[in-house]
């Protein structure tokens, strides 16, 4: 706390006697960070990456703040990254969490039920579905898979009829050589749905043609009521609710 406080004395000083940030401000808004950051005070840190004034330095910042806040577990990172004033580091904290999630083992869920939440947490419904079809194109297990679709399906529910599809690659399902770019619209999912219910492997469950497949119509009361009991409770628990 000392430490702290020492450090935003020294930067209060520091910024009153000169109108440009120097390097020695830099070095102390940094320092007061880290101590913030080592300490677990989760909020001072993150609203500390603020007075850091070179634009690099702050990326940094943001960047080992995900990481320090991700090995305190699920439900600490959870609750702590939904309650955040993300302001000008959302992209940037987007971004960072969809490279981990990728790069995540492929058995690992955490980082996606994550960014689930973080979507959630802003309205991003999009981003959600995404987070969610990402899971569901991860598990092997039908019935599993089946509701993670199910709760993509719920996420594109949510907006605009003519918004309502996402973007994915082809890297994102393993075993390519060349990156390529397609579209999912809804009514793509709700066929891999009924792929769900009318086999018993998932080898082939995900199609890049999304063309071949099948449309299907489930029930809309039921993605509404989905879609109002995820976004009832606080997002920060929404972790307790999926597979």
Request: with cysteine.
């Amino acid at each position: 706390k000392l430490i702290v406080q020492f450090a935003r004395s020294a930067q209060t000083q520091t910024q009153n006697q000169n109108t440009q940030p120097t390097n020695l401000t830099s070095v102390i808004a940094t320092m007061s960070f880290v101590t913030l950051l080592d300490d677990r005070r989760w909020l001072e840190a993150y609203t500390s990456i603020s007075r850091v004034p070179n634009a690099d330095t702050r990326r940094d910042c943001v960047k080992r703040f995900l990481s320090v806040l991700l090995e305190a577990g699920e439900r600490e990172a959870g609750g702590i990254l939904c309650s955040l004033p993300l302001c000008e580091h959302y992209s940037l904290i987007e971004e960072t969490l969809l490279m981990k999630a990728k790069m995540s083992h492929e058995k690992s869920h955490f980082l996606h039920k994550l960014l689930f939440c973080f979507y959630m947490n802003h309205g991003d419904y999009r981003g959600a579905a995404g987070a969610m079809y990402r899971l569901a194109s991860r598990t092997l297990d039908v019935q599993v898979k089946k509701r993670y679709l199910l709760l993509t399906v719920t996420c594109l529910e949510l907006i605009s009829q003519d918004f309502q599809w996402i973007a994915m690659t082809n890297d994102e399902q393993g075993g390519v050589e060349k990156r390529q770019l397609f579209m999912l619209s809804i009514d793509d999912i709700r066929s891999m749905m009924l792929s769900c219910e009318n086999t018993s492997s998932v080898k082939d469950l995900l199609p890049h043609n999304v063309e071949q497949a099948i449309n299907m119509v489930i029930d809309n009361d039921t993605a509404i009521q989905f879609a109002r009991y995820f976004v009832s409770h606080d997002d920060c628990r929404l972790l307790e609710y999926m597979p």
